[in-house]
């Protein structure tokens, strides 16, 4: 039985930083491609980062150079490093990948943490 557990969460003001944090649990036997998405209320969830099982990464226009993605293979566990936070990232943050468990290969989601910057 495959989880994502987010992390990390919190209030901040803008030009702070946070370390979002996923980890998985379970009788994993592979990870591959990951990624973080987030949604404001009443809008879509948007990918913000991904990174591939060969920690190749892509990130959207608006946090570019301000938020990086990695993963530690060896714990199972993938972080978002958000700096200069801005209130446009107030958000619920959530893990997405594809994991390898006991039944085999599936795409998970995590729960959800929030994520609020103020002015």
């Known amino acids: 039985q495959v989880q994502l557990v987010e992390s990390g969460g919190g209030l901040v003001q803008a030009g702070g930083s946070l370390r979002l944090s996923c980890a998985a649990s379970g009788r994993i036997s592979g990870i591959g491609n990951m990624g973080w998405y987030r949604q404001a209320p009443g809008k879509p969830r948007e990918l913000v980062a991904s990174?591939?099982?060969?920690?190749?990464?892509n990130y959207a226009d608006s946090v570019k150079g301000r938020f990086t993605i990695s993963r530690d293979n060896a714990k199972n566990t993938v972080s978002l490093q958000m700096n200069s936070l801005k209130p446009e990232d107030t958000a619920v943050y959530y893990c997405?990948?594809?994991?390898?468990?006991?039944?085999?290969?599936?795409?998970?989601w995590g729960q959800g943490t929030q994520v609020t910057v103020s002015s």
């Open positions: 990174i591939t099982s060969g920690s190749s990464t």
């Open positions: 997405n990948g594809h994991v390898a468990g006991s039944t085999g290969w599936g795409i998970y």
